[in-house]
C-alpha cells in the first residue's frame, strides 16, 4: 500500500538550525500514528518573508510556526487574526482556513503555565530582560496573570515603551522602561526576573548581563531559552546561591 502522503507543518525565523522544535513535533507525530512532517525554514529578510508565506497555501502547508525575528512582521501578511494576536501585536503561528491564512499567538500561555508550576504570578512584581515578539506576549499575559507590577528592560527606548503601554492598555498593569546597561540592575522589590532575550541560545551561550548583586536570593528567576536546558542566566543563579 501506498502511504498517505505527508502533510506539512514546519516554523518560518532566522536563524532556526539550533532550534530543536522539529524534532519535538516529528516525535510527536510519530507518538499519534500521523503522516505529518516538519521543516524548519530559515527565512533570512523580510522580502523573503513575504514570498514564504505567499507560497504556503500553493505548497500546500497546514499550519506554519512563526519565531524571531518575525512575529510582529507576518502579522500585515495575514488574512486574519485572533484576538490575543490583535491585544499583544504578535503572532506566533499561523493555521490556514480553507485557503486563508490565520495569525495566532500562545507564546506568553505556555510560560505562564511553567511559570506557574514553580511559584504563582499573582501579585509578583516582575522585570523582563527583552521585549520582542515573544516578550510581548509574555509580558502581557504575565500581567493577565496577576502580575502586580512589570518593568521591561530593552536596548531599545522606543520597543519597551510600546510594550509597557501595551501591557497597561491590555491588563490594567502597572508597566515601565528601563534601559538596558552593560550590567542590568535590577530594581529593588523584584521577585521575579525573567530573560526573554537570545541571550544564552546554543551554540553561542551568550551570557546575559545582569549585576547579580541587586538580584535578591528570594527572587524567581526565569529563563525562556530552550536549548539547552540549563542555560548560562539559570546555571550563574545557581552558582551564585550555593551555599
Not at 15 to 31: C, G, L, Q, S
Not at 112 to 125: D, W
Not at 153 to 182: F, M
Request: charged share 20%; glycine share 8%.
Amino acid at each position: 500500500m501506498i502511504p498517505p502522503q505527508k502533510q506539512m507543518t514546519g516554523m518560518l525565523g532566522h536563524p532556526v538550525a539550533e532550534n530543536p522544535i522539529d524534532r519535538m513535533f516529528d516525535a510527536v507525530y510519530a507518538h499519534y500514528g500521523l503522516p505529518w512532517q516538519f521543516w524548519k525554514n530559515n527565512i533570512a529578510s523580510e522580502s523573503d518573508l513575504r514570498l514564504a508565506v505567499a507560497a504556503l497555501v500553493p505548497l500546500g502547508y497546514r499550519g506554519m510556526c512563526v519565531t524571531v525575528p518575525y512575529k510582529v512582521a507576518v502579522i500585515p501578511l495575514l488574512d486574519e487574526v485572533d484576538d490575543d494576536v490583535r491585544a499583544i501585536g504578535a503572532a506566533n503561528y499561523v493555521t490556514i482556513e480553507k485557503g486563508r491564512l490565520v495569525g495566532h499567538n500562545n507564546d506568553g500561555k505556555g510560560v505562564v503555565k511553567a511559570i506557574e508550576k514553580v511559584v504563582p504570578l499573582r501579585g509578583q512584581h516582575v522585570v523582563m530582560l527583552g521585549a520582542g515578539g515573544a516578550g510581548r506576549a509574555m509580558a502581557v499575559e504575565i500581567a493577565w496573570a496577576g502580575a502586580a507590577k512589570m518593568t521591561l528592560v530593552t536596548r531599545r527606548e522606543e520597543q519597551g515603551r510600546e510594550v509597557a503601554a501595551l501591557v497597561e492598555k491590555a491588563s490594567g498593569v502597572p508597566s515601565q522602561w528601563q534601559a538596558w546597561q552593560p550590567e542590568v540592575e535590577v530594581p529593588a522589590g523584584t521577585t521575579l526576573l525573567m530573560n526573554a532575550t537570545h541571550l544564552g541560545c546554543a551554540p553561542e551561550l551568550e551570557p546575559v548581563p545582569v549585576l547579580w548583586d541587586s538580584v535578591s536570593t528570594d527572587c524567581a528567576v526565569v529563563d525562556v531559552i530552550t536549548n539547552p536546558r540549563i542555560t548560562p542566566f539559570l546555571a550563574t543563579r545557581h552558582f551564585l546561591l550555593r551555599p
